[in-house]
């Protein structure tokens, strides 16, 4: 046999073992890849994505899309091929796999996860357009969650309102916690309450006085990495009562990332006119109640999924600027964005055709 042909032959066998090497290599990694966008403005599946009654609305045009990303998933192992494929391809992204689930969540946590961060993103998402547009809002600090085997199991429940701490009145959910670490472990903390379910029947009656009651809980001991403090067990949330019906239909999608894209679809179908001027608007971004824009993860799929289905321009957390910017896909504008009004002052300035006053996302930010 020819030395040339030795040479090939002996080549080819050794890259068809490294690649069957790397088959059946498994390495710690997951991969990101763009997921579906939907037009806040339009239907999803058959039905309007936003469904608003009780209250007038307006013909819209143009796009609000929101923006997902895929993740392979828990329990995917991912082989060397794969993970090396994915790092050279322009619409994948191989990271970690602690990176979407750390401390060995699995599946079905952080599809829970992610199903509660959506249903937060859409209540703090009508809240925003409603304080924006200037609509009262009700709001009280409840019990979100009861961690089980806690001081407060079986005796503070979810969705219990919290009047007040102590005989503190409880503003924030930030100070229920603030006023018990006021205490040291084993001390009693007074909890004053109105119980979920008499809070329910109050609102379905439309009542404003509701009986309260003291239950006395007393603390125990932090085992986090965090400093010791008294802790009863619970996380507190914000709970709303809208002066109008504000429904979100969308299925099979998760995480906080659409907060802002809500809030500004909601506010296009309450107003008149239309907030994009018929031009394709896409973006991400959690919101507060506030407005405030906060960022998230993936961002760089998501430019990539939104360019792909026509987005001219896409609304930016300032957070995420950077990263997005690195590899814009092209002529998509990456338009940065810290709050509700930021947003809505670059639509106006995408409406008018004044794109060059637009903030824009640079390298550095």
């Known amino acids: 046999m020819p030395r040339r042909t030795a040479t090939m032959l002996a080549s080819t066998l050794m890259l068809i073992a490294l690649l069957c090497a790397g088959v059946f290599i498994k390495v710690p990694y997951s991969e990101m890849s763009p997921g579906p966008t939907v037009n806040t403005l339009a239907e999803h599946d058959g039905e309007p994505v936003l469904q608003i009654s009780g209250h007038r609305t307006y013909p819209t045009t143009g796009h609000l899309n929101m923006t997902t990303v895929r993740v392979t998933s828990a329990e995917y192992n991912m082989n060397l091929v794969e993970a090396v494929y994915g790092w050279l391809a322009h619409d994948t992204k191989v990271v970690p796999h602690d990176t979407l689930y750390p401390d060995g969540k699995t599946e079905q946590q952080s599809t829970q996860e992610n199903a509660e961060e959506f249903t937060q993103s859409q209540e703090s998402a009508k809240v925003a357009a ?10 009280w600090v409840i019990v979100a969650t009861v961690l089980k085997g806690s001081p407060a199991e ?3 429940h979810a969705g219990d309102v919290v009047k007040a701490v102590d005989g503190t009145a409880v503003k924030a959910p930030g100070d229920v916690a603030k006023l018990v670490t006021r205490h040291k472990p084993g001390q009693d903390v007074v909890f004053t309450i109105v119980p979920a379910k008499e809070q329910a029947a109050a609102e379905k009656a439309q009542k404003t006085a509701v009986r309260t009651q003291n239950v006395t809980i007393t603390t125990a001991k932090s085992h986090d990495s965090g400093q010791q403090r008294a802790i009863v067990g619970i996380s507190a949330g914000t709970d709303h009562t809208f002066p109008f019906t504000i429904d979100i239909k969308l299925a099979d999608v998760g995480g906080p990332s659409a907060g802002l894209m809500f809030a500004l679809g909601i506010i296009d179908k309450l ?38 289905k026509g987005a001219r321009f896409f609304l930016t957390p300032k957070d995420n600027c950077a990263a997005a910017a690195k590899d ?6 990456l338009v940065r964005v810290d709050t509700l009004d930021d947003a809505l002052n670059a639509l106006e300035d995408i409406r008018t055709g004044k794109t060059a006053d637009v903030p824009k996302c640079t390298a550095k930010g």
């Open 130 to 139: 409603l304080k924006k547009l200037g609509v009262p809002v009700r709001s």
């Open 154 to 156: 079986g005796r503070l």
């Open 271 to 308: 107003t008149p006119g239309d907030l994009t001027g018929g031009k394709f608007v896409a973006g991400t971004g959690t919101i507060d109640d506030d407005g405030r824009v906060g960022p998230i993860g993936g961002v760089e799929m998501k430019t990539v999924g939104a360019r792909s």
């Open 328 to 333: 814009a896909p092209e002529g998509l504008t």
